[in-house]
């Protein structure tokens, strides 16, 4: 039987400046109208020893957020299986998966559409003590990830890396450095 570590989850509303759903008041053109739902839930169970599995599920729907008729939803499953090595190295394994069907409703020239996202990475993670329970910090990770999505998603948007002519569904990498760290 696995034992739950820790697990949180959150039902979030919010209206006008927090019809993003994400930072309260961080969007200035967000409309008095938005709406936003968000269902949270995280957490992390050891599966074995020196073996954790985190699973995530994150799932929001928007409305009238930049221009009356728009309609954003989100859905998201997270996994990640972190491997003890030492007290100070875990090997982390991750899989995510997104579906988005996004209808801007015309707002600068974003496209509707609507599909899914694919991501897989492995970062081996470097911390200060042992990472259970799984909200311990500060811990630093190197990062080699693959995500592709469907090719419906490519056009979404002209003014970012969405709309990119060169920036396509058909798998990309993306490798780096993160550092986390809590207040």
Known sequence: ??????????????????????????????????????????????????????????????????????DYRWLTINARLMQDITENVVLAYEASWLYMDLDPNGYQEYQKGHG?????????????????????RPKLHLFATWMNWDNALDNYSPNDILGQNDFASGGEWSFGIQMETFF
Not at 33 to 42: C, D, F, I, N, V
Not at 117 to 135: D, E, G, V
């Open 116 to 136: 899914n996202f694919y991501k897989l990475t492995f970062a081996p993670t470097f911390r200060a003590s042992n990472i259970s329970p799984f909200f311990t």
């Open 1 to 70: 039987m696995f034992a739950a570590d820790e697990t949180r989850s959150a039902l979030i509303l919010g209206t006008t400046f927090g019809g993003g759903g994400e930072n309260i008041g961080a969007d200035p053109a967000l409309l008095s109208q938005a709406k936003t739902r968000r269902l949270a839930s995280y957490g992390m169970v050891n599966v074995a020893p020196n073996w954790d599995f985190a699973p995530s599920l994150l799932a929001q729907h928007s409305a009238d957020r930049y221009i009356r008729g728009d």
